[in-house]
């Protein structure tokens, strides 16, 4: 569902639909001629957000998408992702805004965890590369797989590491639970010379991991993918 407002040139509400009510606690004769940033936005982003809606008022030339958290009567915070146009009068004479929000607070939690996991893996697999004891290393890794499947919507989750030289195999660092460990077997028992390699980490999405280069991530709308590689 979307969430749609109107503002005069004062930045005060003249129109709202029930989502936006439904979503934030209000009641429509709460918020209607009340001060959008005053009620709605948080009191450490108000300032800049009403800076950004003052300029288009006053030049006449709108910013079309922009995303900003939005305050509910609780409290809650919730990340929007708006598209704006002004309003003119007959005359062209610039009256107001409007603006039609989807809530992206989920997608951007997924991200934030995503981007978490990733972190962890990049450390922990600096961590088992520069440890010479495998043993030490699988201490390390532990619960990695079924950590990052925690933190993200993935359904399973395998962590591999490919060797750069003969005989090119792969090292599973972390699996997660779900996954069978015949399964991992048969990928690691597989050579994955230069290019398969290339074609692997190119049909994957690219994750940057410091200093050790880059790597894929294979998320669901990728799994087809993978049985041409794996």
């Known amino acids: 569902q979307l969430i749609a407002f109107m503002l005069d040139t004062q930045g005060n509400l003249t129109f709202c639909n029930d989502f936006l009510l439904l979503m934030t606690g209000w009641r429509r004769e709460d918020v ?18 009403e800076n950004i809606f003052t300029g288009m008022i006053s030049h006449g030339k709108i910013t079309p998408h922009m995303e900003n958290e939005v305050k509910t009567r609780t409290g809650e915070r919730r990340l ?52 010479k004891d495998s043993r030490e290393a699988d201490k390390l890794l532990v619960g990695l797989a079924d950590a990052i499947t925690n933190f993200t919507d993935y359904r399973s989750c395998v962590v591999l590491l490919f060797a ?24 690691c028992a597989k050579s994955y010379p230069r290019p398969a390699m290339r074609r692997l980490l190119e049909s994957g999405v690219h994750i940057e991991v410091g200093e050790l280069g880059f790597a ?9 993918l993978l049985d041409r590689h794996l």
Do not use: K
């Open 32 to 49: 209607i001629g009340r001060n959008w940033f005053e009620l709605f936005i948080p009191a450490d982003q108000r300032e800049g957000i």
């Open 80 to 131: 929007i992702s708006w598209s704006n146009t002004l309003l003119r009068d007959p005359q062209g004479e610039v009256i107001g805004t409007t603006s039609i929000g989807q809530d992206v607070t989920e997608r951007a939690e997924a991200e934030q965890r995503t981007l978490a996991s990733m972190q962890q893996l990049e450390t922990l697999t600096a961590l088992a590369t520069a440890v």
């Open 164 to 187: 750069d030289e003969p005989p090119y195999e792969a090292r599973c660092l972390s699996r997660s639970s779900n996954i069978p460990a015949e399964y991992v077997e048969l990928i």
């Open 216 to 224: 894929a991530d294979y998320p669901p709308s990728h799994y087809y």
